[in-house]
């Protein structure tokens, strides 16, 4: 079937428009009547809370899904995307918010897969990856064109997925959450490309809940609530206050360190832990580390990526295999226990990767909340409905899951909620010690602030919770304690009275003046 003409003329500022977008899932109003334009050679940033309907306007605008109502104007003419491909045809390319790789192929495959290139009637490879190569140049990353994905670190895997998208040569870039699994040095690096693009008339559409972040390079910004847009400024005339506000209409911090208990025993003890770097490394991507962590003490561990920070949490989770130390909970080494005999002693994981490690895609709300505490409910060959319900149900209730209920599939909920079952799952078994690598990761404001509020309060009740973060702004949120990692090793520890410049200067960063 032939698909719908593009214009690709230049009529005016506004390269594409949408005029009173609206769609909806049954019942589910994801957007309600949206006015978005997109500028030629600027960045428009789209802020708002998970479930605001950023996401569902942008596969509207790149063609991965129809709207009930509305019209997309591009070059002045209107147009229906029948496809992604078609809308890619028309230059307009997204980066999806969670990745959309293929684990088990090269990352020069991954960048040309369904547009290889065809030489004599067959793929050229070498020409693929040379311009592989020439892609990972220009992001300043060292990566072999022939790596397996699946053996990339997750912020790598974020850089193969914006390769793949400037691989288009698109007129009209959507990048959703870009920066969502990036280092600070990874964020300048890919704001430098943003810039290049621009200048050479490429239009940026920009989701990020990085809202510091964002100012540095936005033009432009929407702010979406409820499927509404409900404010339009330009750069000049918003700050961070201006976009907090009408996206959750008040203004709030992350938190602060909960007060009012005393901490308990050691929980966790870390003895000179060493954990291998990737295969075929000649160095520890945790090097001799050693931290107690107390009943009822929050630690936040920072570092850049590459710091060691997610492999020394998944070495105590059972993860990876150490190569030296000891990990204690509660006095007992658990050196020789499963990760699920981790999980039945009380120590528990919320991985990074909440898409792949931490749900199953198939399953309901409720099967993945019970998931980890099945045991609880079954007898023998026997499971026990009823139980299982009161546990899912105390579970939305405890951590505010936003759901139709426990029989929702996992996939209709927001990534702050998906995060928030993820969370839930791991608190349903009664942990002691409860591990969280990059929790904010890919969620709004509001969200990052119930799960800190949510992990400050089982803090109080003597549990034991060690976040990592590469956001500064989280070390200082709920944190008793701080602690810098660099290069596998512990380079400082502060209290919660730290500046940022300290932490980040502990961790090798550059601070850069404002």
């Not at 109003?29 to 978005?36: E, I, P, Q, S």
């Not at 600027?42 to 306007?57: D, H, M, P, R």
């Amino acid at each position: 079937m032939s698909q719908p003409p593009c214009n690709s003329g230049s009529r005016g500022e506004v390269v594409l428009a949408a005029r009173n977008i609206a769609k909806s899932y049954g019942n589910v109003h994801a957007l309600k009547g949206v006015n978005f334009d997109i500028h030629r050679g600027q960045v428009t940033t789209l802020f708002g809370e998970n479930g605001a309907g950023k996401s569902t306007l942008m596969k509207i605008l790149s063609g991965v899904v129809q709207p009930s109502s509305g019209e997309i104007i591009l070059d002045g003419s209107p147009v229906s995307f029948a496809s992604s491909t078609h809308a890619r045809g028309c230059g307009i390319s997204i980066i999806h918010q969670e990745l959309s790789l293929a684990p088990n192929l090269s990352v020069r495959d991954n960048i040309f897969m369904g547009r290889e290139i065809i030489k004599g009637g067959v793929v050229d490879f070498a020409e693929e990856e040379r311009q592989t190569r020439t892609l990972m140049e220009e992001l300043e990353e060292d990566i072999d064109p022939l790596t397996r994905v699946e053996d990339l670190r997750l912020g790598q895997q974020q850089i193969v997925e914006i390769a793949r998208a400037l691989s288009i040569n698109s007129r009209i870039l959507i990048m959703d959450e870009p920066t969502s699994a990036l280092s600070a040095t990874e964020v300048q690096v890919l704001f430098k490309v943003i810039h290049d693009l621009t200048s050479r008339g490429v239009s940026i559409v920009y989701i990020s809940h990085h809202l510091e972040e964002a100012l540095q390079i936005t033009h432009h910004a929407v702010v979406l609530r409820d499927g509404n847009m409900t404010a339009y400024a330009e750069r000049k005339d918003i700050d961070l206050e201006w976009i907090v506000r009408n996206m959750v209409g008040e203004n709030f911090d992350l938190g602060n360190p909960p007060q009012g208990h005393q901490f308990g025993a050691v929980a966790l003890s870390i003895e000179n832990l060493s954990v291998p770097g990737p295969s075929g490394a000649a160095y520890n991507a945790v090097d001799r580390l050693s931290l107690q962590v107390r009943a009822g003490e929050v630690v936040c561990i920072y570092g850049l990526m590459g710091a060691g920070r997610t492999e020394l949490l998944e070495c105590i989770a059972g993860r990876l295999r150490s190569n030296g130390g000891k990990v204690l909970l509660e006095g007992q080494d658990v050196g020789g226990l499963s990760i699920a005999g981790r999980i039945a002693g009380g120590l528990v994981l919320v991985p990074e990767d909440r898409q792949r490690d931490g749900l199953v895609q198939t399953m309901t709300v409720g099967s993945n909340l019970s998931l980890a505490s099945i045991g609880a409910f079954t007898n023998g060959l026997f499971t026990s409905g009823h139980r299982e319900r009161d546990l899912v149900n105390d579970a939305i209730r405890r951590v505010h899951v936003k759901t139709d209920g426990g029989t929702a599939a996992i996939g209709s909920l927001s990534g702050g909620n998906q995060q928030k079952v993820v969370i839930g799952k791991v608190l349903a078994t009664q942990p002691k010690v409860i591990l969280l690598d990059e929790p904010s990761r890919g969620i709004d404001i509001g969200a990052k602030a119930e799960v800190f509020k949510l992990l400050s309060e089982r803090a109080k009740q003597g549990l034991a919770v060690i976040y990592s973060t590469s956001e500064v702004n989280e070390c200082l949120s709920i944190a008793h304690r701080i602690i810098v990692m660099h290069r596998g090793r512990i380079s400082a520890e502060f209290g919660s009275h730290v500046t940022k410049e300290k932490i980040m200067a502990a961790s090798g960063e550059a601070v850069v003046a404002h």
